[in-house]
């Protein structure tokens, strides 16, 4: 049985993590770590000393990992209400095996699970690990004939979700009779927990390093998701990795607040802290509010994000004591510079900013001194900036004082990995997706980037996001950032919309807290003043918005932002003329005169 604690207080009392005291910078600037109890440091040494024999040699696969931790008393999972030491959740993954068996029908394993972030989720991880199961993670912001096709597509015999989750799926033909759904806050679902469980877990026949673990849908930002595959042993030997680049031991305590149907929380938290034994904190989702006192509540040292939860973050008042907490560490992805520099101004905590994906990761090595922006140093000489279209390696990338590119057309391009299609798993039944991403040998990550002059290698945004403008090239991730160093800015997406005669123009979204935020004139003053804007970048449509739709991984969901281009509810401004940028409120009359002009240029079929 699991122990029930109670909440701890909101000053952190009770913190079980051990802090060290210096981190290796990162391309940051040295910020001191947040204050810490001795007291804290003394007992976590001693508990980390006693647990010193638990410690195992590197597994091939996650099932192995889950038993070395048989035994071990050490807290595995906490959430508000509830704690687990590792041997009691590694007990409770296996009776969730044990009735995905006795459930199981004829074709793929493959069990969906539609949940927020629950225990639940990581136990079924668990059992499907042991059990040699598939788990598909099921994106609870889809909705209708989208949240249908993907169902359908990943070959689900099973879904474990909750109520609310069952009713998302209520009228959708997921070819799925009512004995094939689990819901796990159901009356009768801890009676068949109990008559499931285990005295002596083990790992089913078969299952091995090549056995499927996961099928991951990407993100879809700026096109339809796909399905990846992930072995177990891929994660495992991804676990280990970012276990040493991101500096996770068994004294972490992993604060999750990504969605762990994503490979975010998956690969770079839940599967590191199970390689080492440390400890993961559950929360159902990310919230800026409930951050700083959630890493209070459970002493948290370790956590990671997307970049628009950091800047939802950043846009929280600053308080005098942000900088009294216990974290050290986070890594995550796309963040702007401007929010990773204020978040170790404000809560002293290092910040390890990758590059990765679901398909593949590993292209970077991350080096003390590299440039802000920088992505770190390629992992290899097989990492390299190619035309797409000649294969041939791009020149290094010229920039200014600012930072920005100077030659982007000649520097920046797709970057590739000439070893990386030994590592690509594929993605599940999309043959044709998976001969785009391998092509001639190499693997083509679909993402843009350069290499500067020194040797630092930087991404540029997705191969969706470049935007031709006047027969010239720029990279809506470079607006971006850009944009998102307005104060009044939490989020932004920046893509292309057609223009008129040809080409593409550049079409911003910002969210902001209030519409009053917004001012189009101070607007444009702030853009005609940012030196590393390009003379092509400026936006001529800008859509205000204080809440942008989002993927459930909490990026900006800028294919819906596209296809709706000036066609929302939402105010949009625009810019017609050239020198400095003047904004006007565009009303259903200029709308109807813009999409006049295609129609006077043969260009209807782009709207």
Same mark, same amino acid.
């Given at each position: 049985?699991a ?16 802090i ?9 600037i040295?910020?001191?770590i ?13 508990e ?15 099932? *192995? ?6 035994g ?24 969730? !095996?044990s ?12 069990v ?16 499907a ?28 015999q ?33 009676d ?32 339809m998701? $796909? ?69 209070r509540?459970? !002493? ?6 997307? !970049? ?7 846009a ?25 520099a ?8 290092q ?6 994906s ?5 292209s ?11 992505l770190?140093?390629p ?10 279209d000649?294969r041939?390696?791009r ?21 590739v ?29 679909g ?19 470049w ?16 944009l ?45 003043? *940012? ?21 459930g991984?909490? $990026?900006?969901l ?42 006077t ?7």
């Amino acid at each position: 049985m699991a122990v029930v604690t109670t909440e701890r207080d909101w000053d952190g009392s009770g913190i079980e993590a051990s802090i060290r005291s210096s981190r290796i910078a990162v391309g940051v600037i040295d910020i001191p770590i947040s204050t810490r109890t001795q007291d804290t440091m003394t007992n976590t040494a001693t508990e980390a000393s006693s647990n010193a024999a638990l410690a195992a040699p590197q597994r091939e696969d996650v099932a *192995q990992m889950l038993i070395d931790r048989l035994g071990d008393q050490h807290l595995g999972l906490r959430t508000r209400t509830q704690d687990w030491s590792w041997d009691e959740v590694v007990r409770e993954s296996a009776a969730r !095996g044990s009735l995905a068996k006795s459930l199981r029908a004829p074709g793929p394993f493959h069990v969906g699970v539609l949940l927020e972030n629950d225990p639940e989720f990581l136990f079924w991880l668990g059992g499907a690990a042991l059990t040699g199961a598939t788990i598909v993670g099921i994106n609870p912001t889809r909705r209708g004939a989208e949240l249908e096709a993907e169902v359908r597509y990943v070959d689900c015999q099973l879904i474990v979700t909750d109520k609310a989750g069952y009713e998302k799926l209520s009228g959708l033909d997921l070819g799925l009779t009512e004995d094939r759904f689990v819901l796990v806050d159901d009356a009768s679902y801890p009676d068949k927990i109990s008559a499931h469980q285990v005295e002596s877990p083990q790992i089913d026949l078969g299952v091995d390093a090549s056995t499927l673990f996961l099928l991951l849908f990407t993100s879809g930002t700026t096109g339809m998701s $796909k399905a990846v595959r992930c072995s177990q042993g891929r994660l495992t030997r991804l676990a280990y990795a970012n276990c040493a680049k991101y500096d996770i031991d068994r004294d972490d305590v992993c604060y999750c607040c990504m969605p762990l149907f994503h490979g975010n929380a998956l690969m770079a938290l839940w599967a590191p802290a199970l390689s080492q034994g440390a400890t993961v904190c559950l929360v159902r989702k990310f919230t800026a509010s409930g951050f700083m006192p959630d890493v209070r509540l459970y !002493g948290a040292t370790y956590f990671t994000y997307v !970049g628009k939860a950091l800047g939802y973050l950043m846009a929280t008042p600053e308080l005098p004591d942000d900088i009294e907490n216990t974290l050290t560490h986070g890594f995550g992805t796309e963040a702007s510079p401007g929010d990773k520099a204020e978040f170790i101004r404000r809560f002293g905590a290092q910040l390890f900013e990758g590059y990765g994906s679901s398909e593949g990761a590993g292209s970077v090595v991350l080096d003390p001194n590299q440039p802000a922006g920088a992505l770190g140093r390629p992992a290899s000489e097989n990492i390299v900036i190619v035309d797409p279209d000649t294969r041939e390696e791009r020149p290094r990338a010229i920039l200014d004082e600012h930072g920005h590119v100077l030659n982007p057309d000649e520097s920046i391009g797709e970057m590739v990995d000439k070893a990386g299609s030994k590592k690509f798993e594929g993605y599940y039944k999309n043959e044709d997706a998976i001969a785009e991403k391998i092509r001639h040998g190499w693997y083509w990550t679909g993402d843009l980037g350069y290499v500067d002059e020194a040797g630092f290698i930087y991404f540029a945004g997705r191969k969706g996001d470049w935007i031709r403008v006047d027969g010239e090239n720029t990279s809506a991730l470079m607006i971006e950032h850009i944009l998102r160093r307005h104060p009044k800015v939490i989020a932004t997406g920046v893509f292309a919309v057609p223009d008129p005669r040809s080409g593409d123009q550049v079409m911003a979204a910002v969210e902001v807290a209030d519409f009053a935020d917004f001012d189009p004139a101070e607007f444009a003053a702030y853009l005609a003043a *940012q030196a590393d804007l390009g003379t092509k970048a400026a936006p001529r449509f800008v859509r205000v918005s204080t809440d942008l739709p989002v993927t459930g991984s909490n $990026k900006v969901l800028k294919r819906e932002l596209q296809a709706d281009r000036w066609r929302t509810d939402e105010p949009v401004f625009h810019w017609v003329g050239r020198g400095t940028p003047e904004y006007t409120l565009m009303t259903e009359a200029d709308v109807v005169d813009l999409e006049k002009e295609f129609e006077t240029h043969g260009r209807t079929r782009f709207l």
